[in-house]
């Protein structure tokens, strides 16, 4: 099972930008989707942005597409979530994800990081 291990979030203002990156550690099968989730106070946690590890495919929550992208660098181990235009409803703890599965109604995922806090301020 792969380890998780976030770090960049922070207090931005509406309007701002953020990048998450997410360590990642133990075995990434070729064919693993990794991603993001998020949390906001009193809300389920829900899915954010996933990519495939063996290439580029990614795959978004439709309020982040053209905002927020997801990336990786397989020669470090890194899954990155650069976050534009931030607005105050991003605020959340966000988590990294590994081992993602869409069963064509919700994502899950297999293993969690322990989270960084965003918050955006209006």
């Known amino acids: 099972q792969v380890q998780l291990v976030e770090s960049g979030g922070g207090l931005v203002q509406a309007g701002g930008s953020v990048k998450l990156s997410c360590a990642t550690s133990?075995?990434?099968?070729?064919?693993?989707?990794l991603g993001w989730f998020r949390q906001a106070p009193g809300k389920e946690r829900e899915f954010v942005a996933a990519i495939r590890w063996s290439h580029d495919s990614t795959f978004y929550k439709d309020s982040v597409k053209g905002r927020f992208t997801i990336s990786k660098d397989k020669s470090k181990n890194m899954v990155y979530l650069q976050m534009n235009s931030l607005q105050p409803e991003d605020t959340a703890v966000y988590y990294c994800?590994?081992?993602?599965?869409?069963?064509?109604?919700?994502?899950?995922?297999?293993?969690w990081g322990q989270g960084t806090q965003v918050t955006v301020s209006s």
């Open positions: 994800a590994g081992g993602l599965r869409d069963d064509g109604y919700r994502w899950s995922a297999a293993s």
């Open positions: 133990g075995r990434i099968f070729t064919s693993s989707i």
